[in-house]
């Protein structure tokens, strides 16, 4: 890969009669001029850079870290050699679903989707458990007296998801190619999570949906708390809820992979902190967040477009332990034993109580907590008997209180044994997750909080929010449309308007 780790950064000239954006004085490479910049390496970068490289630009990207990636990198584990663990996206609903990536030829490039038998198991304490498979007929099979119910809410969605995917998953305010086929999948998504748990008798199916609707990491009981999960379960049953083959990393791989082929570069190593560490470029795409941008940008920021971006709000933290286990977890529910995902709360009820008080700045003894079990899907992640968890609570931001003891005892709870089966723990804090990514303040991997208008407005409510106020600067990071997740799309969307002007 054409990946450079000097940390040399030379400034170049904006095309003839261009004056550019200014950059910092120093050597000049004048027979490689370059149209675009894109400041950070993450999956949104990466989609930023892809999509500028293949209309024939060429584009540099800045990363800080030794690597690029940002939450889809993977790490080492010290002590089982050729063990891996994720680092903090491990499984790909939206990934899977994106159409922006599965436009790109990254199969080609190393990437292998793998499916586990289960995509989502949520345990019960009566050892049953609500499941969620790709095939949908399957689902609502498994779901009883509310697999009716199921299938009204999540067919059309599923049948319809890429005209979803095209006019959802973006800004809110533009015109929808398809109206009528999204409207009822949008009109629920303005629901809060217990309207529509409310459709469902049975424990089962409304846990169920209560732990995918959890991905919004804000209360359930808000507008548009629904929102998060109709999309998730609609992506899982049109795409399923994969792996990446081989850990994150492979997605990040491909990616660099694939723009080195089109010709653009990647430098690691680069820290970039105001405009003077930035070569000169026609257009500079930001894969940062709020509070790093308008350090970044300074006194060139528009004095209101700096007072929106300092008000922006971060919400819930993550706290997450990797752990290695010995054979495998013992879950109490069968079908948890080949869930890729499981989700681990309770009843919805107990979900819906739990988020409310960490939204509050509270801590719980029974948080939400996430699992995944990628060698259910990918056999080659377990080693010598030994497995891989990847888990993570949903705790107060900024918190410095361990929740390790509290994970434990939450998974303890649908798998008894589990801690007889534990080989080492890896602890990541909120603040070793922003340590890790300064985009994740104070532990909140969402790129900011994802409650009330917060979650469309991202940083704000407009026609094109991925603008700074500087012509040729660009927002594209997670607190831009459609948000969170790895899919690439505010990415693309941003430098679909970074294209359009450079094509003027």
Known sequence: MNIRRDGHVPAHPGPAGDQGVPGRAGRVDASARIDAVVVGAGPNGLAAALTLAREGFRVVVLEAADEPGGGTRSVKDPDVDGLIHDHCSAVHAFGAASPFLRSLPLERHGLKWVHPPVAVAHPLDDGTAGTLYRDLDTTAKGLGDDGAAWKSLFGGAVRNFDKLAHDLLGPVLRIPRHPFAIAPTALRSLMPATAIARKFQGVEARALFGGVAAHVISPLNRPLSASVGMMLIAAGHAWGWPFAAGGSQSIWRAMASYLEELGGEIRTGVTVRSMADIPRARVVLFDVGPGPLVEILGDQLPSRRSTQLKRWRYGTAAFKVDYVIDGEVPWNADRARLAGTVHLGGTFEEIMESEHAVHQGQQVDRPFVLVTQPHVADPSRKV???????????????????????????????????????????VTTPADFEAWNPNFVGGDIAGGATDGLQLIARPRLAVNPYTTGIPGMFQCSASTPPGAGVHGLSGHHAARHAVRLLTR
């Not at 609570?393 to 998974?411: C, K, N, S």
């Not at 008894?416 to 089966?421: L, N, V, Y």
């Open 384 to 426: 010598d008997g030994k497995t891989p968890l990847w888990t993570y609570a949903h705790v107060p931001h900024g918190t410095t209180r361990d929740a390790t003891a509290t994970i434990d005892a939450q998974i303890e709870r649908f798998a008894r044994g589990f801690g007889q089966r534990v080989v080492a723990r890896r």
